[in-house]
C-alpha cells in the first residue's frame, strides 16, 4: 500500500523519522558517541550544526559525511560559559530546534583526592554546559519549542566503576536537570529527555580502559565484573546510542517527554 493510502490518518514512518529542513547542535560530536549520533542525524536530513574542542576530529567528521549537506563546525570548551555565549551568538540563521548535549569527561579520581579544581572541571564540562546550552536554546526559541536530548549515564543511578563518584554526581545532576526543564518548557513546546548510555566502546573508554590497566587492578576487576553482569554479555557501539538519539528527536517520539532512558544492554535491570 502506497504511504499516501493508507487511509488510517497516520503520518507515515518515513515521515515521522525523517529530519529534513531541521538543524541539531550536537556537542561532543568529534568523537564516540557524538560522533555517531551526527553521522545518524545526518542521514535523516538534519543540518548539523557540530561542536567538540576537537577540530581535527570535527574536520575527519566532515570529510566522513561528503554528500550531506555541509555541516557547521564550531570550537567551543564547554567548560567556559562565556565561550558557550559568545557561540550562540556566532550562530546565523535563527536557533536550531534540536541540541544534543552529550560532551562530556569522564577521568577517575580516588575520591580522597579529589579537589576543587579537578571537581570544578568534571561539574563544568558535564553538567553546567548542559544547562548553558539549554538555557541559550529555550530563550531564543521560547515561542517555538524544540527538542533537547541530554546524556547522562548509569552511573548516575548504579556506581559501579570505582573512583567515579564526581562523575555520578555530575551526571545525576543532568538527569535531574533534564526533568525539571520537562516540567517546566513542556508547556511551551520544548521535548526534553535523557538518554543514560552504559559500556559503549568509544575513543575515550579505550582510553580510559587502557590509562587503568597499567594503574589499577581494582578497577581493572571492576571492568571484568561490569562484562559478567550486563545481560547482553556484549558491549554497546555508538551508534545504538545514536539510533535511540534518533527516535528522541524525531517525530517518532512526539509523546516522550521528561524520560530517562537507559541503552545499557539490560545493566540497570540486571
Ligand atoms: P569520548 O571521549 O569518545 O567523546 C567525548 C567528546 O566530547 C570528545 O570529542 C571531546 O573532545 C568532547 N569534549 C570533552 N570535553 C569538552 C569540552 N570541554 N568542550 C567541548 N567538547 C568537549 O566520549 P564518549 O564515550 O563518546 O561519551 C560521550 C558522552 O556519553 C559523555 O557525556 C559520557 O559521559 C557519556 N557516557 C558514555 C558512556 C560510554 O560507555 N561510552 C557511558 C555513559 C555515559
Known amino acids: 500500500m502506497s504511504e499516501q493510502n493508507r487511509g488510517d490518518g497516520l503520518s507515515p514512518l518515513s515521515e515521522l523519522i525523517s529530519l529534513e529542513d531541521r538543524r541539531a547542535i550536537i556537542t561532543g560530536s568529534a568523537s564516540g558517541i557524538g560522533r555517531a549520533i551526527a553521522l545518524r542525524f545526518a542521514e ?11 577540530m581535527e576530529g570535527l574536520r575527519s567528521l566532515e570529510t566522513e559525511m561528503k554528500g550531506n549537506t555541509a555541516p557547521e563546525l ?22 536550531p530546534e534540536i541540541l544534543v548535549n552529550n560532551a562530556g569527561i569522564y577521568p577517575f579520581k580516588d575520591f580522597l583526592e579529589v579537589d576543587e579544581e579537578f ?13 548553558w546550552m539549554s538555557q541559550q536554546m529555550i530563550r531564543r526559541r521560547i515561542d517555538h519549542g524544540g527538542v533537547i536530548i ?3 549515564s548509569i ?23 533534564s526533568r525539571g526543564l520537562a516540567r517546566d518548557y513542556g508547556k511551551k513546546g520544548f521535548r526534553v529527555n ?6 559503549i566502546v568509544t575513543p575515550g573508554t579505550k582510553g580510559v580502559a ?6 589499577n587492578l581494582g578497577l581493572v576487576m571492576s571492568g571484568l ?33 521528561g524520560a530517562v532512558i537507559p541503552v545499557d544492554g539490560g545493566f540497570l535491570s540486571a
Open 155 to 177: 552511573e548516575a543511578l548504579l556506581p559501579f566503576m570505582d573512583h567515579l563518584s564526581h562523575y555520578g554526581a555530575s551526571k545525576a545532576g543532568v538527569i535531574a536537570l
Open 225 to 257: 565484573e561490569f562484562r559478567q553482569r550486563l545481560p547482553l554479555r556484549r558491549a554497546g557501539k555508538p551508534d545504538e546510542i545514536a539510533l535511540m538519539a534518533l527516535v528522541l528527536a524525531s517525530d517518532l517520539s512526539s509523546y516522550v517527554h
Open 74 to 95: 564550531h570550537r567551543v570548551d564547554l567548560s567556559d560559559k562565556a565561550e558557550i555565549d559568545r557561540f550562540w551568538e556566532s550562530l546565523e540563521g535563527g536557533p
Open 194 to 199: 535523557v538518554l543514560v548510555p552504559g559500556g
Open 150 to 152: 541530554n546524556i547522562a
Open 210 to 215: 587502557k590509562s587503568i590497566a597499567k594503574l
Open 44 to 54: 535523516a536530513g538534519a543540518s548539523l550544526v557540530l561542536v567538540d574542542v576537537d
Open 119 to 131: 571537581l570544578r572541571r568534571v561539574m563544568d564540562v558535564n553538567l553546567s554546559s548542559v544547562l
